[in-house]
């Protein structure tokens, strides 16, 4: 493999397709941001889709993770300094764009859908905007977020009183004497006046459980064990919930709440629910997938009237990759509410297992245009038994959305079956004289997908 030898990356020749993937989102960024004079605005629209289309093809192939640390580019865990020859226009618009808007870190899971894409384009294209989230933003596949944690604390909103017994617990030497500490720190978070303040409640958390790996297996470590187990009840839960999006410890607080389990998960899950920012709620979805708990909950949260607490339910079971909630999640596809099918669909597919890809396959009819888009892309999703091609030809030629019709045409070419790539080929070679030049590109580049570049010489 050639080498950049002032980087030490692979040569441009071989770059990975997570490069390929940054260069067409940022591609579309400074589409979006040129606005020639001397253009109509179809003319722009249709530069627009285009740079979009290039965005969702390269998004098909691989997810993105990118990140900007010290002034320094990271992407794929490689550093791409600015005089390397991988770096182009295309990548460092979407580098100023990220810079500009206050955000650090990019993520982008493979098969994103085309409208979050352009949304994030958008975004990026006017880092002027002023955002009260400080940079934040997710969607179901995309997730940006600022280089520092947002709403940091300041310690001492401590209580002097309530710091001077957590002094006390770290000079305590002997069993009796750290169990006398204990048991006074618990009082404080039970009585008035500080009975339940989520400050003093994480702040003697914190405490025990530093304490108590510091001290390993030295007298004290049962008193502090178990004033640990006494301290988290559903009351010091919900508060140690509460202080997780502004506090400075948060990693520090996870594992904490992990110790709770389930009840940890229940309080962020009503936390999701009632959080005002974007900031809070991807905190709180984060800190439930990190707790990889509360399954049950979830479960239940899908019978739930309220359409948004279902989306978030489903939308964790996806993230949290609980296999066996297929079966919980495949009747969402038929929900009246679209909002929920949507994210039933994107739970299942995130799932991958054959009952969820079978399910999300007859979706192919749905009136919702990402519906059907995800139910070709479960097509060509499945492991094992490649599923017939009938259904994706029939729906091809009924189909009016543009991304969908994409989404079909590379299906087509990751099954690479004889009636496939007879389909293919007669859109390249346009044999009705009704495709459209976007419709002919896809089809090639999914015959080189079913074929291999050989297919060049068809054309020729």
Known sequence: MQKDSATNVPHESTFEPALLLAR??????????????????????????????????????????????????????????PDTSLRDSALDALVDGLAAHGSMVLDVRRAAAPGELLELARLLSTPGAARADQGAWRSWSVRITPGSSPAIADSTAVPESVRAVLDRLTSARDDAATQAV?????????????????????????????????????????????????????TAIDALVKRLPASSARDELMPVLARAGDLSVHALVQLLQDADTIAERRICFDAIVALDAGEEALREALQDHRWFVVRNAAALLGEMGVIEADVHLIPLLTNDDERIRIAGARALMRLGSERALIALQGRLVDEVAELRRLAAAAHGARSQGKPSTTALLNALDVELDEDVMLEIVAVLGTLGSPDAVQRLLRLVRNESGEAEPWMREAAYTALVAARGAGVQKLFE
Request: cysteine-free; aromatic content about 0%.
């Open 182 to 234: 204990v048991h006074e720190l618990l009082r404080m978070v039970t009585t008035v006046p500080w009975r339940d303040d989520p400050i003093v409640v994480e702040a003697v958390a914190l405490r025990l459980v530093s304490e108590s790996r510091r001290r390993g297996a030295r007298a004290g470590r049962l008193a502090l064990e178990t004033g640990i187990r006494r301290l988290l009840t559903p």
């Open 24 to 81: 067409a989102l940022g591609a579309l960024v400074a589409q979006l941001r040129a606005a020639d004079a001397d253009q109509s605005a179809v003319t722009q629209r249709d530069q627009v889709r285009r740079a979009l289309r290039a965005a969702v093809a390269a998004a098909r192939a691989t997810a993105l993770e990118m990140q900007l640390l010290d002034g320094q580019l990271h992407l794929g865990g490689r550093v791409l300094a």
